[in-house]
């Protein structure tokens, strides 16, 4: 395969073993693979990847060096809130739920119902949940404490009644 000098094998192996983005390590090493005079196949075996691939990354390193094999902007479906939306949900989670909402906490369902009731716009479970990550809070809850407990008799309660938790003997003999 015919590789152009953009870099040295070496400077090569080192940006294949530094970049962080998996995707582009690999297309990196199937560079420097073929630098090193591998075949197609033996680069194929080794990456994973087809023989078409492997030559498409080749022909686009050529074309323009590393940044070449950088990963391209892709469209998709574009999103149901606009970022302006999802910067007022957040200041509206971060502030909590107030006397009006029907709920205490928010839940996934109870921010996909906030959504529909404020935005007008009907997510899944799953996509609240992908929401949530994308705007950076995360779906876990804490565990609830009741407002009247007192955690001093908790842990008084834990150190004197182990005797009450423990699990019974791995091995019970029966009779023969």
Not at 34 to 43: D, E, K, L, V, Y
Not at 88 to 105: K, M
Request: aromatic share 6%; glycine share 8%; charged share 30%.
């Amino acid at each position: 395969m015919n590789v152009i000098d953009h870099h040295s094998p070496d400077e090569l192996h080192d940006q294949y073993r530094q970049t962080p983005d998996a995707r582009l390590a690999r297309r990196i090493q199937a560079v420097w693979l073929a630098r090193q005079g591998r075949t197609c196949p033996q680069i194929r075996d080794i990456t994973g990847v087809s023989r078409r691939t492997i030559q498409q990354w080749i022909a686009r390193y050529n074309r323009g060096g590393i940044d070449e094999l950088l990963d391209k902007p892709r469209s998709g479906r574009p999103a149901l809130l606009s970022t302006e939306s999802e910067e007022r949900l957040a200041r509206r989670i971060e502030a909590g739920p107030t006397d009006a909402d029907s709920f205490s906490a928010f839940t996934g369902p109870a921010v996909g119902a906030l959504v529909e009731q404020e935005f007008g716009v009907l997510y899944s479970l799953r996509g609240i949940e992908r929401l949530l990550g994308r705007m950076g809070f995360s779906y876990l809850a804490p565990r609830p404490r009741h407002e009247e407990s007192d955690p001093q008799v908790q842990e008084a309660f834990k150190k004197t009644s182990r005797k009450g938790w423990l699990k019974s003997p791995p091995h019970i003999p029966t009779s023969e």
